[in-house]
Antibody
């Protein structure tokens, strides 16, 4: 059974840093496009970042320059390094595998259960 | 960036009735459109991709249609487990974007 398990969330002060992890089983992270999607409390879904199988990365403007997506192939794990956090970053963060339709990539076919990040003093 | 707009914000439907949800893209996204269902405290679940292809294990009562900028998700006969929030999402290019969601509630 495919599983994505996030960890690393918690309470952090504004300006702080946090690293989220997403451990994956039953498929290889490095062979897939992988993404982070977040959801602020009571709000909708917001795409955060993507890493291609070849290593190319993209970020939402709201996190560009502050967040870094990466992976550890030996651990089959996806990461999100978050720096300079603000209250607006408070959300449940989901990791997700990206599916493809023809030559178009970008929908999310498998999701983790999410990890809550709360930025507050 | 492409903006996704869903309507209505809330849809009140009786069990067994049909529900029709709309999604509009600010620019042409061709068939690069997905639909998700989310229940409280749970991760989103992929229902439809490519505007009309059901994901693995999704019941046939869920169907998607549309192309370009106008899309529809239809639930033919609402079951109790279908009351949830539904999101559309384009994946035509980065940044991908979600609509704000439609809550389907029991009438």
């Amino acid at each position: 059974e495919v599983q994505l398990v996030e960890s690393g969330g918690g309470l952090i002060q504004p300006g702080g840093s946090l690293r989220l992890s997403c451990a994956v089983s039953e498929f290889t992270v490095s062979s897939n496009y992988m993404s982070w999607v977040r959801q602020a409390p009571g709000k909708g879904l917001e795409w955060v970042s993507v890493i291609y199988s070849g290593g190319t990365t993209y970020y939402a403007d709201s996190v560009k320059g502050r967040f870094t997506i990466s992976r550890d192939n030996s651990k089959n794990t996806l990461y999100l390094q978050m720096n300079s956090l603000t209250a607006e970053d408070t959300a449940v963060y989901y990791c997700a595998r990206i599916g493809h339709h023809g030559n178009s990539y970008g929908y999310f076919d498998y999701w983790g259960q999410g990890t809550l990040v709360t930025v507050s003093s | 960036d492409i903006v996704m707009t869903q309507s209505p914000a809330t849809l009140s439907v009786s069990p067994g009735q049909r529900a029709t949800l709309s999604c509009r893209a600010s620019h042409n996204v061709y068939s690069n459109l997905a639909w998700y269902q989310q229940k409280p405290g749970q991760a989103p679940r992929l229902l439809i991709y490519g505007a009309s292809t059901r994901a693995t294990g999704i019941p046939a009562r869920f169907s998607g249609s549309g192309y370009g900028t106008e899309f529809t998700l239809t639930i033919s006969s609402l079951q109790s487990e279908d009351f949830a929030v539904y999101y559309c999402q384009h994946f035509n290019n980065w940044p991908v974007a979600f609509g704000q969601g439609t809550k389907v509630e029991i009438k």
